[in-house]
């Protein structure tokens, strides 16, 4: 005999978490007022929380940090490593990547072409992506535009060794 449940359980509702952009949904009309509704997704705020007081990079670093997190990398030192300005953790050939990924033998660099000065920055991805493919190093580089969009998607992309970076 089946027992009936005398409320149905329910799931304690939690805090919002971390995340401080989301998506809402928002009735609309579907063909321009002359009947019928769908819903519309509209992205509100960012996909990831504020930086912390002592975050030294800009926002697109962060993103990217924050979406280690979110795929499941584990604590940044452990698979993974972020450098810091001014003192990084590898050094190479005179520069030193945003994200060493260690289990992966993958070089991640957050860029975009206006912060950093002088030549083409094609040229400088290029020599890096060299050098780094010499010492058995893939080197992914990651658009602050795509890092500050959508950090999880581009990071989960240059964990595959793919860039959709418009310098590479």
Known sequence: MVEKLATIPTLPRGA???????LRIRRGPSNGGRGGWTPKLEPVGRPFPDP??????????????????RLGRGPEGLLWGYRVPFGGHIG????V??????????????????ER???DPRA?????????????????????????TDPTAALRLALAGVSRSQYQ
Do not use: K, M, N
């Open 92 to 95: 190479i050939l005179g520069f």
């Open 52 to 69: 912390p007081a002592g975050w030294q990079d800009g926002p697109a670093a962060w993103g990217v940090f924050y979406a280690h997190r």
């Open 124 to 148: 400088l991805v290029l020599l890096r992506t060299v050098v780094a493919r010499r010492l058995g190093q893939t080197y992914v580089v990651i658009d602050s535009e795509d890092a500050l």
């Open 97 to 114: 990547p945003d994200f060493t990924e260690y289990d992966l033998d993958i070089l991640i660099e957050v860029y975009s072409g206006t």
């Open 16 to 22: 919002r978490g971390e995340r401080q952009g989301d």
């Open 117 to 119: 000065a002088g030549g």
